[in-house]
Antibody, heavy 127, light 111 residues
Framework: QVQLQESGPGLVKPSQTLSLTCTVS?????????WTWIRQHPGKGLEWIGY???????YYNPSLKSRATMSLDTSKSQFSLKLSSVTAADTAVYYC????????????????????WGQGMMVTVSS | QSVLTQPASVSGSPGQSITISCTGT?????????VSWYQQHPGKAPKLMIY???KRPSGVSNRFSGSKSGNTASLTISGLEAEDEAEYYC???????????FGTGTKVTVL
């Protein structure tokens, strides 16, 4: 059974860096998936933050204006998110998830499939 | 800007069928024909219900089905049950810049 678990500080001061880790069990983090972070502002919808591929390549939502960085630690079966210069607008529940999607026959359109999720971690940005 | 628009709320009585739509608009080549659908109960993580437009993961009730017509994908819940009361989100490829986007979300209420 694949399981993901977020960990990290639940309270971060404005202007500092938010750091979260997702520990994966039941699956190899090197197994060809897009390891993803998604967040949900209080009472709002889901926002895709970005992914880190098993190869180490990453891509982030442009709305985060280059504040996000993800990394992979295969020896610990973990992947991480760092979000710099946080403000109150970054207060949200942060989820890690596995994207088991693929490109369609055209090779252009990606079909995302978030098949496993962590339970979510509430992070509050406040002084 | 890529957007997946869903109705804010849909309701139905137990045993009825309801349909949630997901309509995509994009300026950068997103593909909204093949979506995945997620169910989220309050305080819980989202759960994959439908992928590749119409496929169900193992363990998901066959009361849930997905379809598409033109630029609109749909999730139908048949034989509505109290446990189906939740928020539902669609998700799709959003084009070469943002890559993945979620719909605005639909609150399903079982009357």
């Amino acid at each position: 059974q694949v399981q993901l678990q977020e960990s990290g500080p639940g309270l971060v001061k404005p202007s500092q860096t938010l750091s979260l880790t997702c520990t994966v069990s039941g699956a190899s983090i090197s197994g060809g998936y897009y390891w993803t972070w998604i967040r949900q502002h209080p009472g709002k919808g889901l926002e895709w933050i970005g992914y880190i591929y098993y190869s180490g390549s990453s891509y982030y939502n442009p709305s985060l204006k280059s504040r996000a960085t993800m990394s992979l630690d295969t020896s610990k079966s973990q992947f991480s998110l760092k979000l710099s210069s946080v403000t109150a607008a970054d207060t949200a529940v942060y989820y890690c998830a596995r994207d088991a999607g693929f490109y369609d026959s055209s090779g252009y359109y990606y079909i995302p499939i978030f098949d496993y999720w962590g339970q979510g971690m509430m992070v509050t940005v406040s002084s | 800007q890529s957007v997946l628009t869903q109705p804010a709320s849909v309701s139905g009585s137990p045993g009825q069928s309801i349909t949630i739509s997901c309509t995509g608009t994009s300026s950068d080549g997103g593909n909204y024909n093949v979506v995945s659908w997620y169910q989220q109960h309050p305080g819980k993580a989202p759960k994959l219900m439908i992928y590749e437009g119409s496929k169900r993961p193992s363990g998901v009730s066959n009361r849930f089905s997905g379809s598409k017509s033109g630029n609109t994908a749909s999730l139908t819940i048949s034989g509505l049950e109290a446990e189906d009361e939740a928020e539902y989100y669609c998700c799709s490829y959003a084009g070469s810049s943002i890559l993945r986007v979620f719909g605005t979300g639909t609150k399903v209420t079982v009357l």
